[in-house]
T-cell receptor
Framework: DVKVTQSSRYLVKRTGEKVFLECVQD?????MFWYRQDPGLGLRLIYF???????EKGDIPEGYSVSREKKERFSLILESASTNQTSMYLC???????????FGPGTRLTVT | QKEVEQNSGPLSVPEGAIASLNCTYS??????FFWYRQYSGKSPELIMS????GDKEDGRFTAQLNKASQYVSLLIRDSQPSDSATYLC???????????FGQGTELSVKP
């Protein structure tokens, strides 16, 4: 079974802090994705990566950056957290010729 | 027009009935289609994928794809209260592995 893990289930940060969200998958997947999910807005793609050290902007990259130094790990960085970044953050991965995305458990981030 | 559209619901069905969830998509070049189930406060869980026209069955679930009409549906037979969740439809276009998600349909199965 594919296993995608995220560093925290719940996180509370203050406005202006730098925030790191980590995602690790154990299936040697090439592709990894970061989404945020908000009521009424659905799942929105922030960034994705098709390979190590490679990144592509999704639909809402503003205020975020990413890092992929190793194939199994994809990090989302909030450079200066703001209250409008309070959300559920979901990581997903896919690979091996399949496009089925498998999600981690999510991180519920609250910025106060 | 949204790229992937679903009725938000809630869709309410009695236990044991068939639940029918529908999804339409706007881009004819869409290649692959997925249904996810999401319980409240949890992350989406893949139920089924379908790539060609017709029906695909897996246990109590059947996915139906009609590319000419640009819709994909999910039927849940013998619905159980544990099926109560939000169901997300996702579509892959021809741009690598990116998926476009609908906003989801909330299903409630009443005992």
């Amino acid at each position: 079974d594919v296993k995608v893990t995220q560093s925290s289930r719940y996180l509370v940060k203050r406005t202006g802090e730098k925030v790191f969200l980590e995602c690790v998958q154990d299936m040697d997947h090439e592709n990894m994705f970061w989404y945020r999910q908000d009521p009424g807005l659905g799942l929105r793609l922030i960034y994705f990566s098709y390979d190590v050290k490679m990144k592509e902007k999704g639909d809402i990259p503003e205020g975020y950056s990413v890092s992929r130094e190793k194939k199994e790990r994809f990090s989302l960085i909030l450079e200066s957290a703001s209250t409008n970044q309070t959300s559920m953050y979901l990581c997903a991965s896919t690979g091996g010729g399949s496009y089925e995305q498998y999600f981690g458990p999510g991180t519920r981030l609250t910025v106060t | 027009q949204k790229e992937v559209e679903q009725n938000s619901g809630p869709l309410s069905v009695p236990e044991g009935a068939i639940a029918s969830l529908n999804c339409t998509y706007s881009d004819r070049v869409s290649q692959s289609f997925f249904w996810y189930r999401q319980y409240s406060g949890k992350s989406p869980e893949l139920i089924m994928s379908i790539y060609s026209n017709g029906d695909k069955e897996d246990g109590r679930f059947t996915a139906q794809l009609n590319k000419a009409s640009q819709y994909v549906s999910l039927l849940i037979r013998d619905s159980q209260p544990s099926d109560s969740a939000t169901y997300l439809c996702a579509v892959r276009k021809n741009q690598g592995g990116k998926l476009i998600f609908g906003q989801g349909t909330e299903l409630s199965v009443k005992p």
